[in-house]
């Protein structure tokens, strides 16, 4: 079966790709920030044999030749410097049999902007021209590269679209960028823009596809250690069901939306399909907004209702904002978009069986 390197497995959206990938019998390799990660990743799987899932370490993508594993350390003897090479691991990128191709999920995804750099930028940029890099010297039976991007890449925040698709980009700038506002928005635009331009200059053996997902909901089968480490889109449906909210409806912030699984298999689906080389897909389900959500809940869950919002409280409306067209990733990826009902109610159950 062709093999997948997967990045940052421990994420919300890789934990899903990874089962949809092993559902769909490809071997897959990914990589995580710690042992302990990796264990829970194989733990959460414990009939998947060895040669069809493992895992590296890559602590931080962010770090020059962070997927080539050399660790190189210099040792002084009086003044005389010696170079000595100690190879840690495999390199991330080699494998034996080799990869067929590469998911890049691993990006930081938060709001807690301290140091905007290396943060959010370094590691969003730097990691993907790293890895592409790495992919070129080292792994050249990789056929195609996938990104997770984002919807982030392609608004225009201060002049919206009427309709966005695919070919609109953010014109964000890495000076903007350094705006806290700004910064994650940055960084995924930033990190796309390198990506297309790392292909188009080193011509490598690869070729490239985006996934372009606005807010990401569903369930959660990634490895949580805690509520207050969910994934940063999923907390605004636990912060309803926690009761985090029951004075108003807080605003709705981005008004499109797709299920966590349909994003998935939109990464899968970018590996079977032979035209969705070279393009970018925008994922989408629809607007919807936080008043949509909890009108769900409230109705799935009656015995949540005093933990949410008043009934009559007003919410805003997605409605005229700005309207998307999907067409592209129904039509070459065969995507068939979950409704916003199932993906809620699904969250939802998770959350609580994880202690909401
Ligand atoms: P998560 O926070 O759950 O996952 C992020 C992953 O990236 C984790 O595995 C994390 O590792 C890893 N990571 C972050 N920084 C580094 C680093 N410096 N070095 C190595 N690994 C790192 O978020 P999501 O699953 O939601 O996001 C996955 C991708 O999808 C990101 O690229 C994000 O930008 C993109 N995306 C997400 C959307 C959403 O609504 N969820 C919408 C659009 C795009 P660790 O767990 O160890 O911190």
Not at 269 to 287: C, D, K, L, N
Request: hydrophobic share 40%.
């Amino acid at each position: 079966m062709p093999k997948v390197l997967l990045t940052g497995g421990s994420g919300f959206i890789a934990a899903h790709v990874l089962d949809q990938l092993l559902e769909r019998g490809f071997d897959v390799v990914t990589t995580v920030r710690s042992e302990e990660k990796g264990d829970k990743i194989l733990a959460a799987h414990p009939n998947t044999p060895k040669e069809k899932l493992s895992y590296v370490i890559v602590k931080d993508v962010a770090q020059d030749g962070a997927f080539d594993d050399v660790w190189i350390y210099s040792l002084r003897f009086g003044s005389i410097s010696i170079w000595s090479y100690l190879l840690i691991n495999e390199k991330a990128v080699k494998s034996d049999p080799p990869f067929d191709y590469v998911l890049h999920t691993a990006s930081p995804f938060h709001f807690n902007v301290q140091d905007p750099v290396k943060d959010f930028l370094d590691p969003a940029i730097k990691g993907t021209t790293g890895i592409l890099k790495a992919i070129k010297a080292y792994a050249p039976t990789v056929k195609r590269v996938t990104i997770t991007s984002s919807f982030a890449a392609i608004i225009n925040p201060k002049n919206h679209e009427k309709v966005y698709s695919e070919k609109n980009w953010n014109p964000v700038t890495w000076e903007e960028g350094l705006d806290s506002s700004n910064t994650y928005r940055a960084s995924k635009t930033l990190a796309e823009k390198a990506a297309w331009d790392f292909v188009e200059k080193e011509k490598p053996n690869f070729d490239l596809a985006t996934i372009n997902p606005p807010l990401v909901l569903g369930p959660v089968v990634h490895y949580l250690s805690s509520l207050d480490a969910i994934n940063t889109s999923n907390a605004r449906i636990s912060g309803l069901v926690r009761g985090f909210n029951k004075d108003a409806i807080p605003p709705t912030g981005t008004f499109l939306w797709v299920d966590v699984r349909d994003v998935a298999l939109a990464h899968v689906r970018t590996i079977e399909v032979s035209e969705a080389g070279a393009q970018r897909f925008f994922i989408t389900a629809g607007h919807y907004s936080n008043k949509d959500i909890i009108d769900i809940i409230r109705d799935a869950y009656p015995e949540l209702d005093d933990r949410l919002p008043p009934k009559d409280a007003p919410g805003d409306v997605p409605k005229d904002v700005y309207g998307y067209d999907n067409s592209k990733s129904t039509q070459v990826l065969g995507l068939k978009y979950r409704g916003l009902k199932e993906s809620v109610v699904d969250t939802v159950k998770t959350l609580l069986e994880n202690g909401a």
